[in-house]
């Protein structure tokens, strides 16, 4: 019933906001299916969501919400209007499926939970620096390297008005900051280490985000920041989806990141018609708010350049599971009462 259902939203899917609704029902889905062991085929409505992104992503710029920057690259802006001293935790990797697991720790915190859409690619040195730099790719210092993630988190900052002893970026759960701080950014590793190191799929992964949550680490590092007076704001660079892989590309083009193996960016754009040549199933992405001067390729639905016939979890794709992230929204006042 449920998947009739997602079918049935998904052909009707108008806006970013039924394509949310539709990510977080989707997300439920799987989270029962594996809790159960309940074998389920939903990806078919990931069709309408790509033709959706080839033709409206590049227009969502001009959107605005009250509950979320709608994309990730506006998360610093939206903060800024929202909260005078904050802490973004961005969770590498984490999908709207791996957050339903790790919100069952968070009964006593009050939140609000949207969503956003990761900026395509879906790779974490794009995504991730978009979300702290208020920037769209094409005006990073380098998109495909995170070598300059914590510059410009605070080049940012400071151009909000934050002052170097008001800044902080720290990495993993145990992260401090001194008493000045009032901007604050924690990235943490943990889902994308899972997602690159599973090799049970989506069950494996419903077992290790079950553990992380029972662990209670993301939690804690939330309750510690709110009882410093901070709000918090949990989000994710991409998320993650099972694919099956169809083959490794020889080098070529850009060197992009080497965990994923959905995309590939190419300088030479004679190496094109042979890559669409070999694999019918791969998507020329239009290149929203990235450099032109490349050739953006695409893994379809459920594949990657990975060896042949090897299940893995990846991203870098334009799936409901890997763009659209959760946005949790949670106010020092509400839970420090």
């Known amino acids: 019933i449920l998947r009739k259902e997602l079918a049935e939203e998904a052909d009707r899917a108008a806006s970013y906001r039924d394509w949310f609704a539709i990510a977080e029902k989707k997300a439920a889905v799987h989270v029962l299916a594996e809790q159960y062991g309940i074998p389920v ?146 990235t943490i590793n943990d889902v994308d280490d899972m997602v690159h190191g599973q090799l049970q799929g989506r069950a494996g992964m419903y077992n290790d985000i079950t553990l992380l949550m029972r662990q209670g680490k993301l939690v804690r590092t939330v309750w510690k920041m709110l009882r410093r007076g901070f709000d918090v704001y949990i989000s994710a660079d991409h998320g993650n989806v099972p694919c099956t892989g169809i083959g490794k590309l020889m080098k070529s083009g850009v060197e992009t990141e080497t965990k994923s193996h959905r995309m590939v960016v190419l300088k030479n754009f004679a190496d094109k018609s042979s890559i669409l040549e070999k694999n019918p199933g791969i998507i020329e992405y239009p290149g929203y708010y990235l450099d032109k001067n490349f050739t953006y390729l695409i893994c379809g639905i459920g594949s990657s350049f990975n060896t042949k016939g090897e299940d893995v979890m990846n991203h870098g794709g334009i799936t409901i599971d890997e763009v659209i992230v959760p946005f949790i929204k949670i106010k020092a006042v509400d839970n420090n009462g």
């Open 41 to 186: 085929e939903i990806e078919d409505v990931c069709g309408s969501f790509v033709d959706y992104i080839l033709r409206d992503f590049g227009k969502l710029s001009a959107e605005m919400a009250e509950d979320t920057p709608v994309l990730v690259s506006r998360t610093m802006d939206y903060i800024h209007d929202y909260s005078k001293k904050f802490a973004i935790i961005v969770m590498d990797g984490m999908s709207e499926f791996d957050w339903k697991i790790l919100s069952r720790s968070f009964r006593d915190i009050k939140y609000h939970a949207s969503h956003a859409m990761a900026m395509i690619p879906t790779v974490t040195s794009v995504s991730r620096q978009c979300l702290l730099s208020n920037k769209f790719p094409r005006e990073l210092e380098n998109p495909w390297n995170q070598s300059k993630e914590k510059k410009e988190f605070i080049d940012c900052a400071k151009s909000m008005g934050y002052t170097d002893a008001q800044i902080g970026y720290g990495r993993g759960y145990e992260a401090e900051f001194d008493a000045a701080v009032c901007c604050a950014a924690i």
